[in-house]
């Protein structure tokens, strides 16, 4: 996808495909030198630049934050946490340790925890946010960090670790002196706003994993399904239930949909799927969930009645939930990656039978391009369904627009 840009003499080219980024800039200085002017208007007319775009107008943002942005997550109440790159150096190396801020409804910025001063062990260590989530009562904090460390021999080790704080900064002890939940990924806040639950790896690389639990006021971590194995989750807001996949840890058998009570590790199958390779998300009004059986296909499945499915052929991405369900917000990437953001209808849900003679069909409508398809490394809507938040490529700036229709 080709969108063009001018201002003065100056025109811009921005080329994109799925996870690749790359621009071409031509320059005209001189308004005397009228035949290159008039080539580069003949190769952009031959090309359909000016021609009508689909695209959502990009209007001005209602929100812009101007710094160097790894992630972001939107709390209950619509505020925002935001990491901010931090590079420094050491007699030795240069790292990176991200700064926490948070961004208030009246849109007054603090920053809450300093990553300089973030520090575990003498060995010196380098991170990003990954992600943020929120407990449910708007207070506290989960930081996912991708980690990197120096051990003793040079050698770079990678891990991922989570951070607890509560929403000034402060630090929420687990229980023990730290608070760092080691080896813990897709960590999330049970209703009680002192539990959590996270996966830890079980067949790498990142293959299959194990839930445990963690409660931030006494005793230890402990194992939530002992002994199963998952491929992803995705929790119930305001419950103790979420919805996982289940996998025997051979890969022997076929992909389960699970309805989990995580507190009572009571489960139900809510179905046997024919695949599933990720993305496994769960609809505003907790109705449906979809996720991708391959690197194509979207499945959107009834909750209340199983057999009630449908598929799309969306192409693979990172997709969010339009507010009333009838479609998804896709970007064209896997997540870290950019890639532009297009609408996505979804079709009907339909009763489908084991015992069919035909394979489910699968739908495959026109995406529809959102902010003039530019690039984004990041986004997400708001909990109140009005707002698109946006990581621009390059410079990382966060953007926030009234939610494209």
Known sequence: MIACFFCGWKIRIFMSRTGVDGAAVGTAKNACATSSLVFVLALLLGCGCFAPLRAQELDKPVENIDEDITAFGYAPDGRIAYAVNRPFKTKQYDLEHDDIWIQDTNGKRRRIFIGEKFQRGAAPFTYNVNSFR??????????????????????????????VLDENGKEVHLGSEDNVIKDAADASWLVDNATIIYLSEVVKP??????????????????????RTFLDFVPVPGSNTA????RDRNLSGPPRLQRLELLAQ??????TLDGYEAGLSLSPSGAKIAYYIDREVLEIRDLANPARFARVRAGFGAFRWAPDETRVLLKRSVEKKSGDLVWIDLPPLTVHSATD??????????????????????????????????????????SVYPLPR
């Open 134 to 163: 929120w407990s449910p009562n708007g207070h506290l904090l989960l930081a996912e960090l991708f980690t990197a460390t120096v051990d003793e021999t040079g050698k770079t080790v990678d891990s991922a670790m989570t951070l």
């Open 206 to 227: 990142k293959v299959l994993f194990s839930f445990h639990y963690l409660n931030r006021t006494a005793g230890p971590a402990g194992h939530v399904f002992e002994g």
């Open 243 to 246: 919805y996982a996949i289940e």
């Open 266 to 271: 009571d489960d139900h199958e809510v179905a």
């Open 357 to 398: 003679k035909d394979a489910p069909p699968v739908a495959q409508p026109t995406p529809v391009p959102v902010l003039h398809g530019l690039t984004f490394r990041e986004f997400a809507i708001s909990p109140d369904g009005r707002f698109l938040g946006v990581i621009a490529v390059g410079r990382r700036n966060l």
